[in-house]
């Protein structure tokens, strides 16, 4: 009989526990969890408080009791693994009730410990205004310190999935926020431009969002009123109500009335660094494609391990849900004798950020730079479907490929309806291993009120092929503003749109159905940078110019990614 | 300089044009059609009937005008082409305004000719408020019936695209409706039991649907009331006028205002039948991959054409917007020199029915069936995302594979959010050549508000590698009407379930969760057929039963299934 221990019963260690037992009826099976809840739905917890998702109890998708009725799992939760003797294969673990000691023994034990937020050595942030968010009783404080004290000011550090979820919660809430985030911008799985448009709608929503700007000290204040035992206040209460005067690194001052610190996670590896087990160059728990750490009969799952790039095959951090619960799986399936192989994670992630989602799937131009990789990217603006369909929204999509062999390095996607979508679909063609000449040819659903003829997808696929095949000469946002004196700046719009929408400073305006009239107005000596909105009728330009013998770029995105790159 | 001559200005043809144009400055390219308008949005004819799309001028993309000033495209509305001369390489052209007829040589003919709807021979049909739908001016003809008539009922025959589109024009003008489809389905590329969903939403909207019937015959009844012409009424007014009596193959009497004859397309091959050039089996024009006819300098593409079909390779008729969208532009690709194949057509659709989104693509089993292609089925019903989060849906999909191989032959899928989405995902995946097992690792975009951990692709992958693996043994929704003696149908619902949502008659009722504790009620001598509502828990069950020395087998896709199938 194969007796597993789990430790950690939430998203991986459940679906490890889940699938254990599926596979075997005799195997006996522990969940360890230091917590008081197992398989609970952390990715909800930002959504309680803000009030979208108003019962606390769906949230709680097992208990203990669930578990064991259905999978015969032992569930002890409160029951924290102190340490693990991998020679005689036993763990010792404390109740956190009693504080009382036992040894647990092994065939195979799942470390799926997860990860703790980050909170850096700031000064003053250990009061009872200043919260992280991981788990249910996190969240249950959170909610009571904006019950007790019904805050009038939030502030929130942290522009990643945590800080951005809580920042709109906030904003349900009717209770101005703060959004703090130390680099140039939010959502740091996509590029600069492409946060812009994140950070245009947080900031059309009201959010005071200060990018580029630290936290640098916190000051609790508390409130002196005297709680009063008369009226039904508690202790309690009164020690919670107070302010924050905080110091930001831009040397401003910003009173709050509560703070959320969301800047990352770091793996939980103090067990198994003091087991000997290895950990990896960015501190997870190093494992094998099997989920086997180094210890044959122990292995880890989730947010503490580091995963293998699907692209580069380097080790990752990668704290998300669906690979952690797939992984889980996988590690139960192996603990039972299967053979199976993780591979490899992409990272494909989606945050919404009020009425936007923003997404992004394998790595972004930064991580190709920065590990020297030759790319070529291009960005397309397309109705989410047909345009003369109701509800259409604009689909603002990037994809970066290899400019030799096609290969898909990554993509990202902003807009209001249909990013999740597109993002599934380069995440599917990445990791079939498609290039992006052969999503020319992907057939996708199209009806009117779901899609176009030619998808967001097939659009990107050929303006990059066009790149590929010498029949399109890019130029990118961020050269624009430094031209030289041999380029001159062609805005191909109609006036109006110049005039509702903006322009680049110094451009010559023809529009595009009236270029073959008037394209002699253009030097032939001077290298011609086409710009429109989104930049297909640049390309109409841009071919008309090169076909008559003229140098010519077209801006790849347009006028929109040029704009939003500032946002 | 190369002269290109288009016939047909709509999806494919339009595409060719300004790609061309794009690829060449100097080549002259005349497009011929002979309706009034060039490039507009037939699939969204049955909208701007319905009023969904308010404004006409939306369904008009491009005119003549418009092509000219960006594409520099000569664009002849009201041009038929009568005849084609190949030696010569000239068309002969009729303008429909005079009459009269002039001869246009070219280099290359590339043909869009569309298809057209088929009308049966059944008698009485050729009366003024009998329609059908392809292009601007049937849909005016059809706008102008309702507006004079004001009908009370309509009537549509066949459940496809247009059929369905139109049976809900007419519900959102408030008009009662009965739709006719002479199969036991509507929506054919989907599969009987996945079209039980699309018939209890139309029921469900108060459309009378009548399967398995077929129009008789029909009989015009012009109303007698005299046109007044002092109140402004027109000769034309009055012949519109009239009622329609239906007899219907199942001898029932119909009496309707305005019927909408929509059984199916079938490809317009007047041209190059008398041209010589060859058809294939199904009656469309036979192209190459390269989108060649059997002559050379004639190209063509769009429903007019057999495409090959992706999975077999087989000839087939998929009159499909992108489609041909695509082809005209690797069309002209061609013509210009560069050598581009098509890779074949899976046959990607989705239809909106009410609330209702419905989508397939790749193979469906009626046609494996036919072909003798061993074939495996999965079904499952997910939330489209977090079950926790407001506003989920469920996803009813359905995965066709080879049971040996893993090869995803077809999918299906229906629901209220996400369909479209899903069947994306299959639709890459297939055309990448990736098999369910692959399916597994998808590593899809997963926020609450978005999707789940596990999604539903990941779900129906986990199931049909279940069954690959022999982890799980499948019974299927149209096997349990007809059990035997030795087999006992257990429902591991809870008996809350039971009540509220039906049950199977003759089943045992054992909740899952009560399972290891009552297994000894269940005989060992039987085969233990397990349902539940979706398959996941019978699954659960399952397990059990076989690792405790049971035989069992598990309905896939649960009591969902087996009901809607009946649908």
Redesign the interface.
């Known amino acids: 009989m194969t007796k597993i221990v789990i430790v950690g019963g939430v998203?991986g260690g459940a679906s490890a526990a889940a699938r254990a037992?599926?596979?075997?009826?005799?195997a006996e099976i522990i969940i360890l969890e230091r917590g008081n809840f197992v398989s609970f739905?952390n990715?909800?917890l930002p959504?309680h408080i803000g009030g979208?998702?108003q019962e606390r109890s769906?949230?709680l998708?097992q208990t203990p009791d669930?578990f064991l009725?259905?999978?015969?799992v032992d569930v002890r939760v409160m029951n924290e693994v102190t340490h693990i003797d991998k020679t005689a294969k036993t763990v010792t673990v404390k109740r956190l009730t009693d504080g009382s000691e036992y040894t647990e023994n092994y065939d195979f034990l799942l470390l799926s410990p997860g990860a703790a937020p980050v909170v850096p050595p700031i000064p003053g942030l250990d009061n009872p205004l200043t919260h992280t968010l991981r788990n249910i009783p996190d969240m249950d404080k959170i909610i009571q310190t904006i019950q007790m004290n019904k805050p009038e000011h939030a502030t929130v550090v942290g522009g990643g999935?945590i800080g951005l979820e809580m920042a709109e919660a906030f904003h349900r809430l009717g209770i101005p926020t703060t959004l703090l985030e130390m680099a140039d911008q939010v959502m740091t799985p996509t590029d600069r431009e492409m946060a812009g448009f994140a950070h245009a709608e947080i900031r059309h929503k009201g959010i005071d969002l200060r990018l580029k700007t630290a936290l640098s000290a916190a000051e609790f204040i508390p409130n002196m009123t005297v709680a009063s035992e008369d009226a039904g206040q508690s202790d309690q209460h009164q020690h919670l109500e107070g302010k924050l005067n905080l110091t930001l690194s831009s040397g401003d001052l910003l009173t709050t009335d509560i703070l959320i610190m969301a800047i990352g996670v770091r793996p939980e590896t103090r067990l198994v660094t003091e087991a000997g087990l290895e950990t990896g160059p960015l501190g997870g728990i190093q494992v094998n494609p099997s989920m086997q750490t180094s210890d044959p009969s122990i292995y880890a799952v989730g947010d503490a391990i580091e995963d293998a790039d699907?692209v580069t095959g380097q080790p990752t951090l990668v704290p998300?849900?669906?690979?952690?619960?797939?992984q889980g799986?996988m590690a139960a399936d192996n603990m039972l004798g299967r053979n199976e192989t993780?591979?490899g994670?992409?990272?494909?992630?989606?945050?919404?950020i009020f009425d936007l989602?923003i997404?992004s799937?394998g790595k972004n131009e930064k991580q190709l730079r920065r590990d020297g990789t030759v790319y070529e990217k291009v960005f397309v603006h397309t109705a989410s479907h047909?345009?003369?369909?109701?509800g259409a929204e604009i689909v603002s999509f990037k994809l970066l490929f290899d400019p030799q062999s096609g290969q898909i390095f990554g993509a990202q996607a902003a807009g209001k309806d249909g990013?999740?979508?597109r993002?599934?679909?380069i995440?599917?063609?990445q990791?079939?291993?498609?290039t992006v000449a052969?999503l020319?040819?992907?057939?996708?659903?199209?009806?009117?009120?779901?899609?176009s003829?030619?998808?967001v997808i097939?659009q990107a696929a050929?303006v990059a092929t066009n790149i590929m095949k010498g029949?399109a000469t890019p130029i990118h946002f961020d050269e624009i503003d430094h031209l030289s004196d041999n380029q001159l700046l062609l805005d191909v719009r109609n006036p109006g749109e110049l005039e509702n929408v903006g322009y680049i400073e110094g451009a010559v305006n023809i529009p595009?159905?009236?270029l073959?009239q008037r394209m002699h107005e253009l030097p032939k000596d001077k290298e011609i940078i086409i710009y429109c909105q989104v930049g297909l009728r640049g390309?109409?330009a841009y071919?008309?110019l090169v076909?008559?013998g003229y140098k010519a770029r077209n801006l790849i995105g347009g006028y929109r990614t040029y704009c939003f790159a500032k946002a």
């Open positions: 998203a037992r599926r596979l075997s009826e005799e739905a990715c909800g959504y979208e998702i769906k949230l998708l669930s009725a259905r999978f015969n999935f699907f998300l849900a669906g690979p952690a619960n797939r799986r993780y591979q994670t992409q990272g494909t992630a989606i945050c919404k989602a997404a799937t047909a345009g003369y369909y109701p990013i999740d979508k993002i599934d679909v995440a599917v063609a990791r079939a291993g498609m052969q020319q040819h992907l057939e996708l659903t199209y009806a009117p009120p779901y899609g003829a030619k998808d097939n050929f029949d595009v159905d009236e073959r390309n109409v071919r008309q076909n008559h």
